[in-house]
């Protein structure tokens, strides 16, 4: 049963600590999107790439965060330093190219004190 | 620019009402993707249905049941004879199709809650 797995699935960290979110996704998917949730704003995108390429993240301070892809099978999101407004909930999805699916992953609840 | 609006924050209902969750987007898209992702009290984001824009039968699984009308920009979701276990936060999101990925664009949710 092929799924996007997230680790860690909690996180609490100080303010001002670096922290590293990792996706790994489906094998042989070729999409993956960063999504974040929180109370306020709701779901939005915050990246996403295909075939390791970024093609859009402007939805991230791009200050603080950054995401990439050291291969096909991982994905990573990370902030530094971090900041108690970055406290959510980080979901990965993944999925093939011009396909409408996504397969979400359980997501990363992020808390910065 | 694609927008998902779901108006109804909250609703509650007791067990075996029947209930719509509304759905209305916009797109500039003639090729789009409709969606209704459920996420329990656990967090994680399950998917519910697909529907594209080229196709708008009504669906129906099990107790579950989709509207789709282009015409009016709206995708709703029924739920008949409701249960304890449908109390969830629901999703409407859409994707803008082939020009951009299929990124998902959400609304802002809608609250169940089924009391028994």
């Given at each position: 049963?092929?799924?996007?797995?997230?680790?860690?699935?909690?996180?609490?960290t100080e303010?001002?600590q670096?922290?590293?979110?990792?996706?790994q996704p489906?094998?042989g998917h070729n999409?993956?999107?960063?999504?974040?949730?929180?109370?306020?704003?709701g779901l939005?995108?915050?990246?996403?790439?295909?075939?390791?390429?970024p093609?859009?993240?402007?939805?991230?301070p791009?200050?603080?965060?950054s995401a990439?892809m050291p291969?096909a099978?991982?994905?990573?999101l990370?902030?530094?330093?971090?900041?108690?407004?970055?406290?959510?909930v980080?979901?990965?999805a993944?999925?093939?190219?011009?396909?409408?699916?996504?397969?979400?992953?359980?997501?990363?609840?992020l808390?910065?004190l | 620019?694609q927008?998902?609006?779901?108006?109804q924050?909250?609703?509650s209902?007791?067990?075996?009402e029947?209930?719509?969750?509304d759905?209305?987007y916009?797109?500039?898209?003639?090729?789009?993707?409709?969606?209704?992702y459920?996420?329990?009290?656990s967090?994680?984001?399950?998917?519910l249905?697909?529907?594209?824009?080229?196709?708008e039968?009504n669906e129906?699984?099990?107790?579950?049941?989709?509207?789709?009308?282009?015409?009016?920009s709206?995708?709703?979701?029924t739920?008949t004879?409701s249960q304890?276990?449908?109390?969830?936060?629901?999703?409407?999101?859409?994707?803008?199709?082939?020009?951009?990925g299929?990124?998902l664009?959400?609304?802002?949710?809608?609250?169940?809650t089924v009391?028994?």
């Amino acid at each position: 049963d092929a799924r996007v797995t997230q680790t860690p699935r909690h996180k609490v960290t100080e303010m001002g600590q670096e922290v590293t979110m990792r996706c790994q996704p489906i094998l042989g998917h070729n999409t993956v999107f960063w999504y974040r949730q929180t109370m306020m704003q709701g779901l939005e995108l915050l990246a996403y790439f295909r075939n390791r390429a970024p093609l859009d993240d402007s939805g991230m301070p791009k200050d603080r965060f950054s995401a990439e892809m050291p291969d096909a099978t991982l994905a990573t999101l990370k902030i530094q330093p971090s900041e108690p407004r970055d406290s959510a909930v980080y979901f990965c999805a993944s999925g093939f190219a011009l396909r409408p699916q996504q397969f979400f992953g359980p997501g990363t609840r992020l808390t910065v004190l | 620019a694609q927008k998902v609006t779901q108006a109804q924050t909250e609703i509650s209902v007791v067990e075996k009402e029947d209930v719509t969750l509304d759905c209305v987007y916009e797109t500039r898209d003639t090729t789009y993707y409709l969606f209704w992702y459920k996420q329990p009290p656990s967090g994680e984001l399950v998917f519910l249905i697909r529907r594209n824009s080229f196709d708008e039968q009504n669906e129906i699984s099990g107790r579950y049941s989709w509207n789709f009308q282009k015409s009016t920009s709206s995708f709703n979701f029924t739920i008949t004879a409701s249960q304890v276990v449908d109390s969830a936060v629901y999703f409407c999101a859409l994707s803008d199709g082939e020009t951009s990925g299929s990124r998902l664009t959400f609304g802002e949710g809608t609250q169940l809650t089924v009391n028994p």
